[in-house]
């Protein structure tokens, strides 16, 4: 475990810096160059992990991360990087890592989750930020990375290892509010409703990035400083 963890977190340090970054807006963030918006519920797949992880690392965002034995190592390798891993999943205490979340919001802190995991199926959204949002009050949006240049694992989730000097457009999504009414009684439609354009949104920035991933550089893709 202590192996693998910090063989993961080196891997990351090493090839991170050289990665160059590009970010893409559906709707224009509250603060221009920002690389993300506070107070939101993100949910990005499960492969964009790597990229994902260094671009945001050390600013305390919360993410969910099951109980297994990946669940451990990944965890670790996070709270290295500056995340805070609230442990749980969609079939084990993600009642209880709901509420962690909800609490790290309060706080101030961002919330992601890696939508399509622990185990898959790869690119099925789960409803745990439809859930969150409608409880905290606070909007989900939906991101991806898309990498120009990468080793693909043979895993469920066809794992991305950008390899070293890889251009990454990030795509964001506009975001969706869920009611606090919704999903009560005659409302559980709304609820799958939101669900669904979670969905779509994440097909969406998917498409959209890797198709526009090799025009990062470009003056209408520009790369992050920094």
């Known amino acids: 475990m202590w192996l693998i963890s ?7 340090s090493l ?3 050289t990665l160059r970054y590009s970010i893409s807006w559906e709707e224009p963030p509250s603060l221009p160059g920002a ?22 690392r050390k600013i305390g ?3 969910m991360v099951s109980r297994s034995f990946d669940g451990e190592y990944i965890a670790r390798t996070a709270e ?26 309060e706080q101030g802190n961002l919330v992601a989750f890696t939508i399509d995991g622990p185990r898959g199926p790869k690119y099925v959204a789960k409803p745990g930020p439809v859930r969150l949002s409608r409880a905290s009050a606070a ?32 795509r964001f999504s506009a975001k969706l509010q869920v009611p606090a009414d919704a999903g009560n009684g005659e409302m559980d439609v709304q609820m799958a409703e939101f669900h669904r354009r979670l969905q779509v949104a994440l097909e969406r920035v998917t ?16 790369i992050l400083k920094g």
């Open 139 to 170: 909007p989900m949006a939906a991101f991806y990375i898309a990498l120009s240049d990468a080793w693909v694992l043979n895993t469920w989730d066809a794992l991305m290892i950008p390899k070293p000097f890889s251009k990454a457009l990030v």
């Open 61 to 63: 965002i919360a993410v």
């Open 35 to 56: 690389t993300y918006e506070k107070r939101v519920i993100y949910s990005f797949w499960h492969r964009a992990v790597f990229p994902s992880v260094w671009l945001w």
């Open 80 to 105: 290295k990087l500056g995340f805070v891993a609230v442990r749980g999943s969609s079939s084990r205490g993600g009642a209880t890592a709901l509420l962690g979340l909800k609490n790290q919001l």
């Open 6 to 12: 910090w063989a993961t977190y080196l891997a990351i």
């Open 207 to 222: 498409r959209f990035a890797e198709e526009h991933v090799t025009q990062v550089g470009s003056a209408e893709f520009p």
């Open 15 to 17: 090839i991170g810096p």
